[in-house]
């Protein structure tokens, strides 16, 4: 399966990254970094809709995206029009990197999540080194005992944690563990197949104090239509706004076509 062999090229770059920066440096470097002033929990608070634009260079489904902008006019025009920035950081397969991070964070005062495979405590130290304001926790590949033990070490370290589901067995252990903000991936990590009814079933489990965020497959006015029926609080998009030469304007008209349907 796809997911699976992500997490297995993840163990072996970790391998490869402490062996540059040691597992204790690291943590040093962390617990040296100013908190980032920017709160992601509290960006998706907000009445509306709220938007998370996502910078990535390539997935496993889409392979490589050729951005029609370069990455000072993108990030600007995601700091005008969006609510918080999503960078990949997974090397193999979406062709990212702290790097690129680093960059975006340099460029804006949003807060920022570090999307990545989140399977050891480094990546939280590093996650914190690099200026995130949040990390990404994905239940498919964590058990209980970890998540339950990451989601504390990012509570300790600053981070506010977007918890990812696909299935209502996943979202149940989610919950459970005390999320306060959870996703639904509507595509299969499996198979990278998409189906945005899955944030329609999951919605139902979802308490009304917890911010909703849905996730992937979101490119076109009629997913913004469906998905407004689902009380969402957020729309992480990522494939859109990257194949736009103005995210800016895409985001602001979302958002409208957003309010129309609640209307």
């Known amino acids: 399966m796809i997911l699976d062999q992500i997490v ?12 540059r920066i040691s597992p204790a440096e690291m943590r040093r470097m962390a617990e040296s970094t100013k908190k980032q002033p920017a709160s992601f929990l509290e960006a998706l608070s907000k009445p509306g809709i709220s938007i998370i634009g996502e910078f990535k260079k390539a997935s496993p489904s889409l392979g490589k995206i050729e ?31 702290v790097d690129d991070f680093q960059a975006i964070r340099a460029m804006t005062p ?3 999540l570090r999307k990545d495979f989140m ?31 990451f989601y504390q070490l990012a509570t300790e370290l600053g981070l506010d944690a977007l918890f990812e589901s696909h299935d209502e067995h996943e979202m149940d252990r989610v919950l459970n563990c005390g999320a306060r903000i959870t996703g639904v991936n509507n595509r299969d ?16 489990m979802v308490p009304e104090d917890c911010v909703f965020v ?50």
């Open 214 to 263: 849905a996730e992937s497959g979101i490119v076109e006015d009629r997913d913004i239509e469906f998905l407004a029926e689902c009380r969402v609080d957020a729309f992480l998009i990522g494939r859109a706004f990257m194949e736009s030469d103005n995210p800016r304007a895409l985001a602001n008209h979302w958002k409208e076509v957003y309010e129309c349907r609640l209307r």
């Open 8 to 19: 297995e090229d993840k163990k072996i770059r970790l391998t490869e990254h402490k062996k």
């Open 119 to 149: 399977i050891d405590e480094y990546q939280f130290y590093e996650a914190k080194a690099i200026g995130a304001n949040a990390i990404l926790l994905i239940a498919a590949i964590l058990d209980d005992v970890q998540l339950a033990a």
């Open 67 to 97: 951005s029609r902008i370069d990455l000072t006019e993108r990030i600007e025009e995601y700091t005008d029009a969006v609510d918080a920035i999503s960078c990949l950081t997974e090397e193999d397969h979406f062709l990212g990197n």
């Open 110 to 112: 949003l807060p920022m």
């Open 189 to 204: 990590l499996n198979d990278f197949t998409i189906r945005l009814e899955t944030t329609k079933t999951l919605s139902k």
